[in-house]
């Protein structure tokens, strides 16, 4: 193959390929579009939900109260004040939704366990049930039956085949019917988005990275080997296992930067110099080689201009302010206690099924005072 030549007679220089990275695929993908967020457009739409459910729950009191007083209009012309929304129905704070959400999402990962279902479908199932709440309130669908549903989908969506009827069989209190009930709410709630981008894929590329940069041609770290780097690679994992699926990092930050997290917060100063490595342009002496004009080589190190040096240095500032602020909100994970969860899951039933509430009030109210209340 010939060179294309200047006017000069020397080789044209040819223009440099541009590089395609996991964040700039990420960056145009679905999940970026719909579902990323600052931190503020999160807190707000997680406001809105819950908002949304509140709504539902008093609609649903009001629906159950115009049933009872058909069925009870005795009880209802004696009693008049004894019915009032607040005092019979409590609903769940945003705090309390929060906690209870949690819990399913832990919940998520024996179900998975169960099956032996691989980490990538336990990963996307937990991503969407979170998704669902981003749109739905516990108040206006219990979390049971939609994660089961999420778990089920997930699995498909992740090519791992298991039928329905083997998955419901295997689940208490599960029928067929619950899950395609479920299905295409969960899908539209989804906005179809089935394609869910996670930090391990880019986490097995900053692995070869890492072992590129730092092992080859020779160790740049006297006491940094490949075992070191594999060991840094599944703690990284551990981590991600640990922290991402139950925090919001998936919402706030791209694949790349969270996996960069994960490995930075198992060991700073091996992530640290491949940081340096590939934004300063650290490089050991003996690595370095300028040319001359003939092409000799000649002692020393190659220039880089101040302009270069400044900009490279304020990116590696800002990616390692980014992805310390990652792995600090992934670890501020809320406790999830099992006698806590228990109180609001009655709260929960009761606001989507307040007509029990009623009529546990209207049956006391009847024994009280001699009057038949309506079977």
């Given at each position: 193959?010939?060179?294309?030549?200047?006017?000069?007679?020397?080789?044209?220089?040819?223009?440099?390929?541009?590089?395609?990275?996991?964040?700039?695929?990420?960056?145009n993908s679905t999940q970026f579009e719909i579902w990323?967020?600052?931190?503020?457009?999160?807190?707000?739409?997680?406001?809105?939900?819950?908002?949304?459910?509140?709504?539902?729950?008093?609609?649903?009191?009001?629906?159950?109260?115009?049933?009872?007083?058909?069925?009870?209009?005795?009880?209802?012309?004696?009693?008049?004040?004894?019915?009032?929304?607040?005092?019979?129905?409590?609903?769940?704070?945003?705090?309390?939704?929060?906690?209870?959400?949690?819990?399913?999402?832990?919940?998520?990962?024996?179900?998975?366990?169960?099956?032996?279902?691989?980490?990538?479908?336990?990963?996307?199932?937990?991503?969407?049930?979170?998704?669902?709440?981003?749109?739905?309130?516990?108040?206006?669908?219990?979390?049971?039956?939609?994660?089961?549903?999420?778990?089920?989908?997930?699995?498909?969506?992740?090519?791992?085949?298991?039928?329905?009827?083997?998955?419901?069989?295997?689940?208490?209190?599960?029928?067929?019917?619950?899950?395609?009930?479920?299905?295409?709410?969960?899908?539209?709630?989804?906005?179809?988005?089935?394609?869910?981008?996670?930090?391990?894929?880019?986490?097995?590329?900053?692995?070869?990275?890492?072992?590129?940069?730092?092992?080859?041609?020779?160790?740049?770290?006297?006491?940094?080997?490949?075992?070191?780097?594999?060991?840094?690679?599944?703690?990284?994992?551990?981590?991600?296992?640990?922290?991402?699926?139950?925090?919001?990092?998936?919402?706030?930050?791209?694949?790349?930067?969270?996996?960069?997290?994960?490995?930075?917060?198992?060991?700073?100063?091996?992530?640290?110099?491949?940081?340096?490595?590939?934004?300063?342009?650290?490089?050991?002496?003996?690595?370095?080689?300028?040319?001359?004009?003939?092409?000799?080589?000649?002692?020393?190190?190659?220039?880089?201009?101040?302009?270069?040096?400044?900009?490279?240095?304020?990116?590696?500032?800002?990616?390692?302010?980014?992805?310390?602020?990652?792995?600090?909100?992934?670890?501020?994970?809320?406790?999830?206690?099992?006698?806590?969860?228990?109180?609001?899951?009655?709260?929960?039933?009761?606001a989507l099924h307040p007509y029990k509430l009623i009529?546990?009030?209207?049956?006391?109210?009847?024994?009280?005072?001699?009057?038949?209340?309506?079977?």
């Amino acid at each position: 193959m010939t060179d294309v030549l200047s006017n000069s007679g020397d080789p044209k220089p040819q223009p440099k390929k541009p590089r395609i990275s996991n964040d700039d695929l990420y960056r145009n993908s679905t999940q970026f579009e719909i579902w990323s967020f600052t931190k503020e457009e999160l807190h707000n739409a997680k406001r809105k939900v819950h908002e949304k459910g509140l709504k539902a729950a008093s609609k649903n009191f009001d629906i159950a109260l115009s049933k009872a007083k058909q069925e009870n209009p005795d009880i209802f012309q004696k009693y008049p004040n004894e019915f009032k929304k607040d005092e019979i129905i409590s609903t769940l704070t945003q705090e309390e939704e929060s906690i209870y959400l949690d819990f399913y999402v832990k919940n998520a990962t024996a179900t998975c366990n169960h099956f032996k279902m691989p980490t990538q479908v336990r990963l996307t199932a937990a991503s969407f049930f979170k998704k669902f709440y981003l749109i739905n309130s516990v108040m206006e669908y219990h979390p049971k039956n939609i994660l089961y549903t999420c778990i089920f989908l997930a699995a498909k969506s992740e090519n791992y085949f298991i039928s329905i009827e083997k998955f419901v069989n295997s689940l208490q209190n599960l029928k067929v019917k619950d899950i395609l009930d479920l299905e295409f709410i969960v899908l539209q709630s989804l906005k179809f988005t089935l394609l869910v981008h996670h930090p391990i894929r880019p986490l097995y590329g900053f692995f070869l990275d890492f072992q590129a940069e730092l092992l080859h041609p020779s160790p740049v770290m006297y006491d940094v080997s490949v075992d070191t780097i594999g060991n840094l690679y599944n703690k990284a994992k551990e981590w991600l296992n640990k922290y991402y699926m139950f925090s919001d990092v998936a919402f706030l930050y791209t694949p790349p930067q969270i996996a960069l997290a994960a490995m930075y917060d198992v060991d700073k100063r091996i992530t640290d110099k491949y940081l340096k490595r590939k934004y300063l342009k650290e490089t050991p002496k003996d690595e370095i080689i300028e040319v001359d004009k003939d092409g000799q080589e000649v002692n020393g190190t190659a220039e880089v201009d101040d302009k270069t040096k400044t900009s490279n240095r304020e990116q590696y500032e800002t990616l390692v302010r980014l992805i310390r602020k990652c792995s600090k909100l992934a670890k501020e994970l809320p406790e999830t206690d099992r006698e806590k969860s228990k109180d609001i899951d009655k709260k929960c039933y009761f606001a989507l099924h307040p007509y029990k509430l009623i009529n546990k009030k209207i049956k006391k109210l009847s024994n009280e005072n001699g009057t038949p209340a309506a079977s």
